[in-house]
């Protein structure tokens, strides 16, 4: 089993989205508990019933498919040592580890000016990026992206400026903490 030796989470979900969350699948679960232990069923012919079962399932689909990204915490574990990446999510006591996936096929770590703050993206691939994270001072963006590339052993880009995208030198920062372009 890896380690996670670096783990990027994302904030808390807000108690309003899950008071919202628990509402609706209590109220789904309540409708179809009156449906099924009613009268209601009992005048239904089979065909009937078979499809209001289907019909509940497909509800039930898409209300998770809907609500499960609004409500659910995801994690993004790193271990650099052996270049894998690992996905986690978690709603409640409830969680959903990914398996443990290779690194590969790495080009860059961008960072670039978002409203106000910064976004670092991990680029892979055929131009598909990683959102890694979003901070607001520059000195602690450029640290943690740098500590991104250098243990990743790939070229870091400072895109802050747009159309004026320019290498980091790697070199110069690791010496001096200086941020030199190449």
């Not at 009613?38 to 509940?56: A, E, H, R, V």
């Not at 000016?113 to 691939?125: D, F, H, I, P, T």
């Amino acid at each position: 089993m890896y380690k996670s030796e670096f783990i990027i989470k994302e904030p808390n979900v807000p108690w309003f989205y899950r008071i919202v969350f628990s509402l609706i699948f209590t109220s789904f679960f309540g409708l179809m508990y009156f449906i099924f232990s009613s009268n209601i069923i009992q005048s239904l012919t089979s065909s009937d019933i078979i499809k209001m079962i289907i019909f509940s399932i497909l509800i039930f689909i898409t209300l998770i498919y809907c609500f499960t990204p609004i409500v659910a915490q995801h994690s993004i574990h790193f271990n650099f040592s052996e270049h894998k990446i690992k996905h986690s999510y978690t709603i409640g006591i409830f969680n959903h580890n990914e398996k443990w996936q290779n690194l590969e096929d790495l080009n860059y770590i961008s960072m670039f000016s978002s409203r106000g703050s910064y976004q670092v993206n991990l680029w892979y691939g055929n131009n598909e990026f990683l959102n890694l994270f979003l901070l607001d001072d520059y000195d602690s963006v450029i640290e943690k992206a740098f500590i991104f590339s250098d243990k990743l052993n790939i070229d870091l880009l400072d895109a802050r400026e747009r159309g004026n995208h320019r290498w980091v030198n790697k070199d110069v920062y690791r010496e001096t903490k200086q941020v030199k372009y190449l």
